[in-house]
């Protein structure tokens, strides 16, 4: 139920805060979607944090909302109020609010029964992929090829500490 809130809620906000000229982020949007729904196929057998039905019958919903949903309207309306052309550290308070925002999304998800953590998986952790998330988001904004790159060596690097983390365990 909580995906179902969220969902509704990004419609809401998506509606009223992002921008009506969606066209220049719809490569960023189809990104940020694909990038879950990578996640999601990747760590299928071996997942760092799973959605739960959490009330609902399916367990592909909530996956299904967050990837389709959550991602692409949360990115919009990112992109959307960029303050681009400011100061550095101006985008930084920007960044760092966005990551706040899903830091506290996600600890509510967890508290909720919504999301459950997997194989040392932790919100720190989560904090740090949100930091790495909003700034390669707007990366590939800007240059959708070198963002392409870094996120397949984010990617790699994620699979490698987490890889070393389980043969630690066994």
Known sequence: ????????????????????????????????????GLYELLCYNYPLWRMEPNGLQYSMIPILLLTLIGMPLSTWIYLSHYPSGKRLSFQAL?????CIVFVI????????????????????WSLSFVIIMFVMLRLHFLRPLIALMLSVAVSVSLCLI?????DKMK
């Not at 809620?9 to 960023?28: E, G, M, Q």
């Not at 920007?94 to 966005?98: P, S």
């Open 105 to 124: 999304l996600e600890y509510v998800s967890v508290k909720l029964g919504a999301i459950t953590y997997h194989n040392d998986w932790n919100l720190l």
């Open 1 to 36: 139920m909580v995906a179902l809130v969220y969902a509704t809620l990004w419609i809401i906000a998506s509606l009223k805060l992002a921008d009506r000229n969606w066209k220049p982020y719809y490569p960023t949007l189809l990104y940020a979607a694909l990038g879950n």
């Open 162 to 166: 987490f890889t070393v983390t389980l």
């Open 94 to 98: 920007y960044i760092g609010l966005y």
